[in-house]
């Protein structure tokens, strides 16, 4: 029989988040002695290891980051029924979401914002790579994640999802669209072929160490280019479309407001789709915050 306590799910929080037992008892304030005991009661207790101690400090278990998952969303709950019943003040909002650099994600961000942005809240947007995004939603850092499916990383991802407890629902399917800045000299057709695109460097995300095709987040990452241009941020990204006359590839949906008339999306001609979704947990029920920001 469990006898957890939210002392325990503390404790192993802040271990996680210093990665060291030393740097985390001085920030709680106990004896390093007395904070590595409270782990390995803690991980006695629930029979799994959470942490592997190594000279250069520690680091996480896979069934350590799932267990931290649940304990950062327990302690989560347990800090907004604080809030919102024994504090005179509003209840704080949280909110977390992890995403592909999609700009119709910042937009929706926003309005999250301004419809549930009360005089205190704290809301997390991640903008960031294919597998730290699925990671991100499996040890609950996340509540959802955005990503895409096409007829080629289908089956791939759709395996990962399964064997983490995720599930994907789909927003939109989308054609794709080729971005590029309004001055590129392609920027006056109404479609465009991908022989078109030859000459003009092909701008995409770095994936880190997941560097495969199937987490790419542009359609059609298997083709050859002679000229290619990986970034990290869509700021980059949009630097290099105006700069280089580069493009990327992507759905056709970008709000204009978030950069201005500058860059524009024509229809790509490919016989392939975009499958926009949501990643959930299958245990995790949606908050209203998780609902509304899914109706966006």
Not at 67 to 80: C, E, P
Not at 91 to 109: E, L, R
Not at 274 to 280: E, H, L, N, Y
Request: glycine share 4%; hydrophobic share 40%.
């Amino acid at each position: 029989m469990f006898n957890l306590t939210l002392q325990q799910l503390k404790y192993a929080l802040e271990v996680a988040s210093k990665g060291s037992m030393n740097e985390a008892a001085r920030s709680l304030f106990i004896s390093q002695p007395r904070l590595s005991n409270a782990i390995k009661e803690l991980e006695k207790e629930i029979k799994i290891t959470i942490f592997i101690r190594t000279n250069r400090g520690i680091t996480v278990t896979n069934e350590g980051a799932e267990f931290l998952g649940y304990a950062r969303q327990v302690l989560q709950q347990f800090n907004m029924l604080e809030e919102k019943y024994l504090s005179e003040k509003p209840a704080k909002q949280h909110f977390s979401i992890s995403t592909q650099h999609y700009t119709f994600a910042a937009n929706a961000f926003v309005e999250l914002v301004k419809q549930f942005g009360a005089s205190e809240y704290g809301f997390t947007l991640r903008e960031t790579k294919t597998y730290e995004i699925i990671e991100d939603v499996k040890t609950l850092r996340s509540e959802l994640g955005i990503i895409y499916l096409s007829n080629y990383n289908e089956s791939v991802l759709l395996k990962l999802l399964k064997e983490r407890d995720l599930t994907f629902s789909e927003l939109f399917t989308a054609k794709p669209h080729v971005f590029i800045s309004k001055s590129h000299p392609l920027a006056d057709k109404e479609s465009i072929n991908l022989e078109e695109l030859d000459d003009y460097p092909c701008l995409s995300f770095e994936q880190g160490e997941y560097n495969s095709f199937y987490f790419s987040e542009e359609i059609l990452s298997t083709r050859s280019v002679k000229k290619s241009i990986k970034v990290s941020d869509r700021a980059a990204i949009v630097n290099f479309m105006i700069g280089l006359d580069g493009y990327t590839i992507s759905s056709g949906v970008f709000p204009k407001y978030l950069h201005g008339d500058n860059i524009i999306a024509v229809p790509l001609n490919v016989d392939e789709l975009i499958r926009v979704g949501i990643i959930q947990h299958r245990d995790v029920t949606l908050s209203d915050l998780v609902k509304y920001m899914w109706k966006l």
